[in-house]
């Protein structure tokens, strides 16, 4: 999930699996996989950068994990 915001400035949770994709229109509209579209203040890149950030969240404890070596008993 990633936290937006509107164009008339109010807070926003999307998720973020479900995006199919973005535009600048001038605005930035978010197109979800169901149609609905989102217009939002925060630039494209800043969705991006969001999604990407979000989503490392989910997986670098995965991977720290995998990463350490285990310990036989």
Do not use: C, Y
């Not at 990633?2 to 535009?23: A, F, G, K, M, Y």
């Not at 890149?45 to 990463?67: C, E, G, N």
């Amino acid at each position: 999930m990633i936290h937006v915001t509107r164009i008339n400035q109010e807070p926003l949770v999307l998720n973020s699996d479900l995006i199919e994709h973005i535009e600048a229109t001038p605005d930035t509209v978010i197109t979800m996989t169901n149609g609905q579209k989102m217009v939002v203040a925060d630039s494209p890149q800043a969705v991006i950068d969001k999604v990407v950030q979000f989503r490392r969240s989910i997986h670098l404890p995965a991977w720290a994990d995998l990463a350490q070596p285990r310990m036989e008993q």
